[in-house]
């Protein structure tokens, strides 16, 4: 059962219009110094299904490690969720790990939420086919801001999946203030299932966003593909090249677009100049230790209750419960 025929929010591409969040970010991150635009902006369709060949790569671990992981636990998680919650997938892509959670806590109800909206029914219309007397809610939406949740979920208890450690994308104080968007969408005696990467030797990390078959260079690449179509603009995309490095200080790979020479184009009318070996800064991930993803989730008003981690210690699921601040002693 799905409600594909009326998706929340029909996306502004079928209107033939540019996202104006999409336009304001990308003038705001060229003009900025140092340059950058979120990483958000790289989900339309090509994107989306770039990222999909990516967590099929043979360097990038997370995607094999968090599967098995769900695929070892969900009756363990699903013991602690206890059955007739709506499921609220954030971020949902496509799907590929939600019928692990789906087929253990017995939900009332699937709600992705995604910024790609083609991708979102795709991926729905799919995951239907496997749960049909399930009823399936895509929303469409910028997850990083309390959403208003379908009515058919009205007064059921919710679970939020939030898999892929799409969290170590945020800075702490975005990181934070999404978890706390978070509380807000979900309500009152919500609980919530995040992954979380941990730090590990770059000799690993570096190779998991730069593949040998240049699957993530195109991924990064396709931002400066979207903003051609969607912005009116002329930026020279073989001029441009991808760049991974490992941040140290900041527990983070930095994913970046580098000029291969000094370049001029234009988006929505406005000039841009870059000189060779200056950079877009376009995707931060953050990589977590034990305590310092726990101290993030209470920050976030979300109380951890259960962990699972894989033998080498790689990749965490992380359960953890909606509490509100207390009043510090």
Request: glycine share 6%.
């Amino acid at each position: 059962m799905t409600d594909l025929a009326e998706p929340i929010a029909a996306t502004l591409h079928d209107r033939g219009q540019a996202d104006p969040a999409f336009r304001a970010d990308v003038l705001a991150g060229l003009n900025a110094r140092p340059r950058a635009i979120p990483a958000r902006w790289f989900y339309d369709h090509a994107g989306s299904e770039l990222f999909e060949r990516i967590t099929e790569l043979p360097e990038y671990y997370p995607t094999r490690v968090e599967t098995a992981l769900l695929s070892r636990h969900a009756n363990d998680i699903a013991k602690l969720v206890g059955p007739g919650r709506a499921v609220v997938e954030f971020g949902s892509g496509s799907s590929t790990k939600t019928p692990y959670i789906l087929a253990a806590v017995e939900p009332a109800a699937y709600v992705p939420i995604d910024i790609s909206g083609d991708f979102l029914r795709e991926s729905s219309a799919a995951l239907a086919q496997d749960f049909p007397k399930l009823p399936i809610v895509p929303v469409e939406a910028d997850f990083m801001h309390p959403i208003a949740t379908p009515p058919r979920i009205a007064g059921l208890p919710r679970m939020g999946f939030f898999p892929g450690s799409t969290i170590g994308n945020m800075v702490a104080r975005t990181a934070v203030n999404l978890l706390r968007a978070m509380v807000e969408t979900l309500g009152e005696g919500a609980v919530l299932l995040i992954g979380m990467d941990r730090v590990k030797s770059p000799d690993v990390l570096v190779p998991a966003y730069d593949d040998a078959q240049g699957v993530t260079a195109a991924f990064n690449l396709n931002l400066l593909h979207r903003i051609n179509r969607d912005l009116d603009a002329d930026v020279p995309v073989d001029a441009f090249r991808h760049r991974a490095i490992w941040n140290d200080a900041h527990a983070r790979i930095e994913m970046h677009l580098e000029a291969t020479r000094d370049v001029t184009f234009t988006i929505v009318g406005e000039t841009f100049m870059m000189a060779a070996g200056e950079t877009i800064h376009t995707e931060n991930s953050h990589k977590y230790g034990p305590r310092d993803a726990r101290v993030l989730l209470r920050a976030g008003a979300w109380e951890p209750i259960a962990e699972w981690t894989d033998p080498q210690d790689q990749f965490a699921l992380i359960l953890a419960e909606a509490r509100p601040a207390g009043v510090a002693p």
